[in-house]
């Protein structure tokens, strides 16, 4: 990214290139919506087909040994659809263990300025999308709206590089994109896709992009992933349409999950969707649905900690057993559930103008045909199969708008079942959501609250369905802690501009009391993976702290000219992303700014930067073919050799070491001396840049360099699409063969290095630190005195909230 800038800003495109550049970007913005919304259709298509397969089989099984007593054969068909559909889901996960869960924590990650490995792949598209339907069809407690978000996503990464490292055969010369911060907002543009395929709501997207997603944004981006967004939605709803109703071009089902259209009947004047008074009673779900989601959150971390801990460090096989062991559960669990503890309830007439009467024109048909009426006599139906016994999103609609009741006793252990339920299930090695479980889970709630007030408190004018949406809204708003972006995708769900209200006040409300206990579910387990992720801002009391605090001070950097060997000896024994370069700022300095050469020949290595990568290095320095220098042969198990039990040191002397180790301007034939004067020690360095690890490799792999004998300027210049070619996956410095290299030749950096990055004083207050690397996308923040010497450098690490409340520690007690 620092290059990139640097690039852009050195040479700036000509106004026929950069508009050619922007129709480009438009161009791929639409693709990437076209795309997602087809990867929705097809993940929609089969889902419905298995499922419908998978029910058609079981319930005519039912209604067969019903009569004969043979239902344990229904139970054993229900479970051969389920564990197979299961174990092809897990199987999927093995191939790309990173398409486990919804993706959405990874996705948040990547757009947080975290790259996680493999996120977003090929591969993991497609084990993501083939996975989530098998998982979905197997009967786990999971949807198909978490990995929406992710699947897009990946689009959004993938298709405006057209290039993937499971296709290396298939090449495009497309020069675009060939930088971070495009591909960041591809990104971004493809996981609103997602969420505007999943829910229909293309606001919602571009809302959940902004809020729980990107670092760095600008107005520019805003429209573009709203236009993503709407292609996606306009996509999906276009195929669904036609292929589900005949009819092309209807654009009746906008998203895969629909939640009907909330309406009283006309022929009841007393029925509103909600009142004011209503609002209290909203008020208090929000409570309750925050303490659910807090309770919910509590005890998917503590599972989470366990399989951390007995699960993924077995086998892999272990985890299939173990996703395999919950679909039996939760199999046996439906079965015994629907066929013992449902009751018969009265079925209400289509003419009915009781407060619940629903005028839809297609949903009511879906809802009264997905009504189960197992073991019970004519004009009625078994209400807990026929919440267990149907896909998530036709149980949702059946407490939104179902005529009838369900009672409270069905509903309280139909809650308590697909609570402990969906949280086993959600962190098995299974492609897996929580939007549509928390949502079912929550609409039983409400429903359930409904129910208790017209029967005991005697309230006939509340409108069941507004509390069921009201408590979907509650529970999930109490799991993931999403405010502004979840609203809206509620009300776009819903096609209600009246529910805005209701539904904020309920979503603040469980965010509020759910954050008094613990975090959202996301976060969570952002945290348990140990990610250094930003929040929006700091604390107030972080301003006591300066960015000299805070800053590493041991610096690994290089010279404007260095030697080939010192340029391996540095990328082979850190694990930087990018570099200092300097010059010290003594006599000889003065000879650099008139244009003469700074080599470095050796370097002088602190012994704690080899040993954080000692294990690895020994291992790579025994396979290492034969070099010139002996010392890149030897360099890992001399210092493991020397290594020596710390003494104590005076204070001076810990200042010293605390703050760097500096590299030596040398010259040929010269080494570092162990006899160095304290002055000589202490040097301060004249910052000139940053140079990025892909670019000194990148330099090495081309054989960019000069001779001792020669001027730098006959050194091979290369230009931004050279230097971006391999993007985004670089050559690594470990398979660089050296024997292709001579270690005496130098290599000139100045031509590629960011000569204006941005920085900051050591007396800067973090929360301006805090501000400037997030809002600017940054992954590295030179710290430089008045008299431009560096003096450290602040990366995430050093402004995530655990190492801010750690450095405050030390400062309370050093005060």
């Known amino acids: 990214c620092c290059f990139d ?45 298995f499922t419908q397969l998978k029910f058609q089989v079981v319930q005519s099984s039912v209604e067969e040994c019903t009569e004969k007593g043979c239902l344990a054969l229904s139970l054993l068909e229900l479970l051969g659809f389920n564990l197979t559909f299961v174990f092809l889901a897990s199987l999927l996960v093995l191939i790309q263990p990173v398409a486990a869960g919804s993706g959405i924590p990874e996705i948040k990650c990547y757009l947080n300025g975290v790259k996680v490995p493999g996120v977003v792949r090929l591969r993991t598209v497609v084990c993501k999308a083939m996975g989530v339907l098998f998982s979905v069809a197997g009967g786990l407690f999971v949807g198909k709206e978490g990995p929406m978000i992710h699947s897009g996503a990946v689009v959004g990464a993938g298709l405006p590089q057209f290039q993937s490292i499971s296709l290396r055969k298939i090449q495009f010369n497309f020069p675009y994109f060939r930088s971070d911060r495009d591909k960041r907002d591809f990104v971004s543009a493809g996981a609103a896709a997602g969420v505007a395929a999943a829910f229909g709501a293309p606001i919602g997207g571009t809302l959940f992009s902004l809020e729980e997603g990107s ?17 996606a939605t306009f996509t999906l709803n276009f195929f669904r349409s036609g292929i589900q109703f005949g009819s092309w071009g209807s654009f009746q089902l906008p998203g895969l999950l629909n939640f009907g259209e909330f309406k009283c009947s006309e022929s009841d004047k007393k029925c509103h969707l909600w009142t004011a008074v209503d609002l209290g009673f909203f008020i208090l779900m929000g409570i309750v649905g925050g303490l659910l989601g807090a309770t919910f959150n509590c005890l998917n971390k503590r599972l989470a900690k366990y399989r951390m801990r007995n699960v993924h460090p077995k086998p892999k096989l272990v985890r299939v057993l173990e996703s395999l062991l919950v679909s039996l559960t939760t199999t046996v669990v439906v079965f015994v559930a629907s066929m013992v503890l449902g009751e018969c309830r009265q079925m209400s007439s289509t003419s009915h103008s009781g407060n619940d009467t629903l005028s839809l024109q297609g949903m009511s048909e879906d809802v009264n045909s997905s009504i189960k009426t197992f073991f019970c006599p004519n004009e009625t139906y078994n209400d807990m199969a026929t919440l267990f016994f149907n896909p998530q999103e036709s ?44 949502l079912l889970c929550g609409a039983a709630f409400g429903r359930l609250v409904a129910n208790l007030l017209k029967s005991y408190i005697g309230l006939d004018h509340i409108y069941s369905g507004t509390f069921a949406l009201i408590g979907a809204a509650a529970f999930l708003g109490g799991v ?67 960015a000299s605090d805070i800053m590493e001070p041991n610096l690994t950097y290089v010279y404007p000219h260095t030697r080939i060997q010192s340029l391996v000896s540095i990328l082979r024994t850190t694990v930087h992303h ?87 301007n040398l010259y040929p034939d010269q080494s570092p001396s162990e006899e160095w004067t304290m002055e000589e020690r202490f040097r301060p360095l004249t910052f000139h840049g940053l140079i990025l690890r892909s670019q000194l490799v990148t330099l090495l792999v081309r054989g960019v360099c000069y001779s001792e004998s020669q001027s730098s300027a006959s ?54 630190v805090f501000n400037l690397f997030r809002t600017m996308g940054l992954r590295h923040l030179p710290v430089v005195n008045a008299v431009g010497e560096i003096v450290g450098i602040i990366t995430r690490h050093n402004l995530t909230h655990e190492f801010l409340q750690a450095r405050l520690r030390q400062h309370y007690q050093t005060i």
Not at 10 to 37: D, N
Not at 215 to 229: R, Y
């Open 715 to 768: 050194q091979p210049r290369l230009s931004h699409a050279e230097m971006s070619e391999d993007y985004p996956r670089y050559p690594d410095i470990h398979d660089l063969d050296l024997t292709l290299l001579n270690p005496r030749m130098i290599v000139d950096v100045t031509p590629y290095m960011n000569p204006s990055p941005f920085a900051v004083s050591p007396n800067t207050h973090v929360s301006q």
């Open 480 to 546: 993931v802690r999403m405010t502004i972006s979840l609203t809206v995708i509620l009300i776009e769900s819903t096609n209600e501009i009246t529910y805005g209200l209701p539904i904020m006040i309920t979503l603040m409300v469980a965010k509020w009391t759910g954050d008094f206990f613990n975090k959202g579910i996301y976060d969570i387990h952002v945290n348990l993976r140990g990610v250094p992720l930003l929040e929006w801002e700091t604390e107030v009391e972080m301003d006591k702290l300066r």
């Open 215 to 231: 670092s760095f944004w600008n107005q520019g981006l805003t429209w573009k992933v709203l236009f993503c967004s709407m292609a």
């Open 395 to 438: 149980a949702i609609l059946q407490l939104f708008h179902q005529d009838g009741t369900f009672s409270p006793v069905t509903l309280s252990l139909f809650f308590l079942l697909y609570f402990l339920l969906s949280c086993w299930t959600y962190g098995i090695s299974v492609p897996s959501g929580l939007f549509v479980p928390s």
């Open 5 to 49: 800038l640097a690039f852009f800003l050195l040479y700036p495109l000509p106004k026929q290139k950069a508009q050619r550049y922007e129709a480009v970007k438009w161009v791929m913005v639409f693709a990437i919506g076209v795309c997602t919304g087809l990867v929705g259709l097809f993940v929609d298509f089969f889902v419905r087909l």
């Open 578 to 664: 990018a570099f200092p370069v300097v010059t010290e700022n003594r006599g000889n300095e003065r000879e650099f700014m008139k244009g003469n050469q700074l080599i470095s020949n050796n370097i002088k290595f602190k012994k704690s930067s080899i040993l954080t990568r000692a294990g690895e290095q020994r291992k790579r320095s025994q396979s290492m073919k034969s070099y010139p220098s002996s010392e890149l042969r030897n360099m890992c198990d001399e210092h493991i050799a020397t290594e020596e039990p710390p003494e104590k040191e005076d204070l001076l002397q810990q200042m010293l070491e605390r703050r760097y180790t500096p590299y030596p």
